[in-house]
T-cell receptor, first 114, second 112 residues
Framework: DGGITQSPKYLFRKEGQNVTLSCEQNLNHDAMYWYRQDPGQGLRLIYYSQIVNDFQKGDIAEGYSVSREKKESFPLTVTSAQKNPTAFYLC?????????????FGPGTRLTVL | GQQLNQSPQSMFIQEGEDVSMNCTSS?????WLWYKQDPGEGPVLLIALYKAGELTSNGRLTAQFGITRKDSFLNISASIPSDVGIYFCAGLAQGGSEKLVFGKGTKLTVNP
């Protein structure tokens, strides 16, 4: 079964702690993306990667970090520098050739910082 | 940055009614995508459009790539309760970066 998995579904952390969100895909997609979703704001791009060991900042990268050591995996770390980390985080992937604009999303992780 | 204007923000309809929503941009887009998101889940791709004037259907859903390349429309015919959710448009601007731009969504409520 091909798809994108994100874990955990719900995450609670204390203020000041770093937290890492997992994203794995078995679609053999080259590109992977992290978005943040807040009520009424749509999706905002945090980071994206088109190839292993390379990634670019999106529109709201401050306070976040990523790595892309394997094609299948693109973990996101929410650092203590992120001023308002409570949100719904979505990971997506797309192929780079052909229909490369079609992004497919994981089920999301809801992060709550107490 | 780029923005897409999606309307309406919300819709309340009766089961069986048809639904229309649209997305507009101030610049030309090469690609339009329509997604549906259920509460607490990730968006699911419904329809992808790549050519001006293109009309594509997926069951009761039909989407069109506007001929000006600055807009797109999504229609749902004979709505059913499971159509409830938030519908997002997304697009890739001509000459822009490879990043998709998303609308803020249309929240659809279907009364049985």
């Amino acid at each position: 079964d091909g798809g994108i998995t994100q874990s955990p579904k719900y995450l609670f952390r204390k203020e000041g702690q770093n937290v890492t969100l997992s994203c794995e895909q078995n679609l053999n997609h080259d590109a992977m993306y992290w978005y943040r979703q807040d009520p009424g704001q749509g999706l905002r791009l945090i980071y994206y990667s088109q190839i292993v060991n390379d990634f670019q900042k999106g529109d709201i990268a401050e306070g976040y970090s990523v790595s892309r050591e394997k094609k299948e995996s693109f973990p996101l770390t929410v650092t203590s520098a992120q001023k308002n980390p409570t949100a719904f985080y979505l990971c997506a992937s797309s192929a780079l050739a052909g229909s490369y604009n079609e992004q497919f999303f994981g089920p999301g992780t809801r992060l709550t910082v107490l | 940055g780029q923005q897409l204007n999606q309307s309406p923000q919300s819709m309340f309809i009766q089961e069986g009614e048809d639904v229309s929503m649209n997305c507009t941009s101030s610049s030309i887009f090469n690609t339009w995508l329509w997604y549906k998101q259920d509460p607490g889940e990730g968006p699911v791709l419904l329809i992808a459009l790549y050519k001006a004037g293109e009309l594509t259907s997926n069951g009761r859903l039909t989407a069109q790539f506007g001929i000006t390349r600055k807009d797109s429309f999504l229609n749902i015919s004979a709505s059913i309760p499971s159509d409830v959710g938030i519908y997002f448009c997304a697009g890739l601007a001509q000459g822009g970066s490879e990043k998709l731009v998303f609308g803020k969504g249309t929240k659809l409520t279907v009364n049985p």
